[in-house]
């Protein structure tokens, strides 16, 4: 048994050095990549989630003022335009003079109001003084009911005239005043001082429209049909503000294809408070609609592109991060859908992702 003792040994030794030398020679791991205190502040964090996939459609039209709350102002009298008070694009008020007229046609209101005062007064004396000689006898019931009669008359013919002076707005004088029926801005003007009127004119003189709310008509063609639908989300903007979008949805779409543009016509409903949306502004249209199938997403502004492919971040803990290459499905606006890549409930980074990218690449 002694015999084998020493080889043993020999044996042992030499696996233990080989060990020892391996070990020696073996790199030593690099350090983990960890996030400062500065980057981790700087971040920000998304999570990778499922939803419907939606397509976004953009259409082109223009803004138009509201047809319902869009009036035609007629001059009720011919004669000479004394004053015209406003301009086009001036903002009114209801009731508010707009221009002022010498008309010889209330002169005739005037005169039959006038009669009719007068017809009254003359009426009711009449019938008191043929109730007084009733009473004594000197007349009869006959010629009391043909007073009451007369007064009855009388009193229709001064409702009839005081109603024709009302919707003439006479009040002194042969001066006729053209009156805003709305508050709401002067969107069409046709007429001036000096001008000669015709009693027997069939143009309007003022356009007002109140642009509290207003139309966004988009033009969809035929091979668009298919992709809106009432209710559906609008997004407009316009050349003037550009950054700015304004929300609404469609309320109405008009079931006509134009010969000439081959397209059919939708209208969004915006709130146009602040006054900013012009009619006849030049407009874009978004609308969003929503398929059956579901997606994984993420915003698209933590998307990397890099040699053809797409990348993220996948942030779990400041020393646990690391890029993941990704397949994209689609992308709509600052949504990207993830084909291939990502599981439900990561959390990518959304700000500063490309340094960190960098970082683990070099």
């Known amino acids: 048994m002694k015999k084998y003792t020493i080889p043993v040994i020999i044996i042992i030794l030499s696996l233990f ?17 960890e996030l400062s205190n500065t980057m981790l502040k700087s971040i920000s964090l998304a999570k990778v989630e499922r939803s419907n996939i939606r397509d976004d459609y953009n259409f082109y039209g223009k803004i138009s003022a509201d047809k319902n709350s869009y009036i035609d102002v007629y001059p009720l009298v011919g004669g000479n335009v004394l004053s015209v008070n ?19 046609e209330l002169a005739e209101v005037q005169k039959d109001v006038s009669d009719a005062k007068t017809d009254l007064v003359v009426a009711r ?29 009388a009193q229709d013919q001064m409702q009839r005239a005081s109603a024709v002076s009302t919707v003439y707005n006479v009040k002194k004088g042969n001066i006729y005043s053209v009156i805003a029926p709305i508050s709401g801005y002067i969107v069409q003007k046709n007429i001036n001082k000096d001008m000669q009127l015709r009693s027997d004119r069939s143009d309007n003189i003022f356009d007002v429209a109140n642009t509290t709310n207003v139309w966004a008509i988009m033009n ?6 298919d992709k809106i639908s009432l209710g559906m989300a609008a997004q407009v903007s316009t050349l003037s503000y550009p950054d700015k979008v304004f929300d609404g949805k469609i309320d109405k779409i008009f ?57 993220v971040v996948i942030y779990k803990s400041r020393t646990d991060v690391k890029v993941k290459e990704i397949k994209i ?30 970082s683990l690449n070099s």
């Not at 050095?17 to 990549?33: I, V």
């Not at 969809?220 to 049909?225: H, K």
């Not at 929503?290 to 915003?299: D, K, Q, R």
């Open 17 to 33: 050095s080989c060990s020892k030398k391996e070990e020696e020679t073996k790199p030593q791991a690099k350090k983990g990549f």
């Open 86 to 104: 406003v301009e086009l694009g001036d903002h009114v008020q209801k009731g508010q003079v707009l221009a002022t007229i010498r008309s010889t």
């Open 125 to 153: 004396n009449n019938l008191r003084v043929a109730s007084e000689m009733y009473e004594g006898r000197l007349n009869t019931e006959r010629d009391v009911l043909e007073a009451k009669s007369q007064l009855q008359k």
């Open 220 to 225: 969809v063609n035929e091979s668009d049909i």
């Open 255 to 311: 079931k006509i294809i134009d010969p000439q543009t081959n397209a059919m016509q939708a209208r969004v409903v915006l709130n146009n408070q602040d006054g900013l949306l012009i009619p006849e502004s030049k407009a874009t249209i978004k609308v969003t609609t929503s398929e059956n199938a579901t997606g994984l997403t993420v915003p698209s502004k933590a998307v990397i592109f890099d040699d053809n492919r797409s990348f």
């Open 329 to 358: 499905l689609k992308q709509v606006g600052d949504i990207t859908y993830v084909s291939e890549g990502l599981s439900e409930g990561e959390q990518v980074v959304t700000n500063n992702q490309l340094l960190i990218y960098r």
